[in-house]
């Protein structure tokens, strides 16, 4: 185990050390995200928790079938359709209610 020291700065602003941005593969403006884990904190580079999350919703759209984008926009379509039908049907029935 390695352990580093960086000093906070008056705004929350940290240095991370060179060796530290080489290893996590950070350059100038590049992005990290902090992940809690129980009573630590972890340094991860934004595109390493795309790498560790692809496909991790994989078993539950086993044997669904993949829609075209036409297809999508119909259900997308269908979807705010209905949507709209059950909101003017509550306005009726408050409107019945009163």
């Known amino acids: 185990m390695v352990i580093r020291t960086v000093n ?4 929350g ?7 530290v941005r080489d290893q ?3 350059q100038n403006g590049g ?7 129980e ?11 795309v790498d560790r999350t692809a496909g991790a919703l994989a078993e539950y759209a086993m044997n669904v079938p993949l829609l075209t984008p036409a297809e999508m926009r119909e259900a997308a379509a269908e979807a705010i359709a209905e949507e709209n039908l059950e909101t003017l049907r ?3 029935q ?3 209610n009163h």
């Open 24 to 26: 996590l593969g950070v």
């Open 13 to 19: 602003q940290m240095t991370l050390p060179a060796d």
């Open 39 to 49: 009573n630590h904190w972890i340094l991860v580079r934004a595109d390493d928790l």
């Open 94 to 96: 408050d409107r019945e």
């Open 31 to 37: 992005k990290l995200l902090l992940e809690r884990q």
């Open 8 to 11: 906070v700065r008056q705004k």
């Open 90 to 92: 509550q306005i009726d």
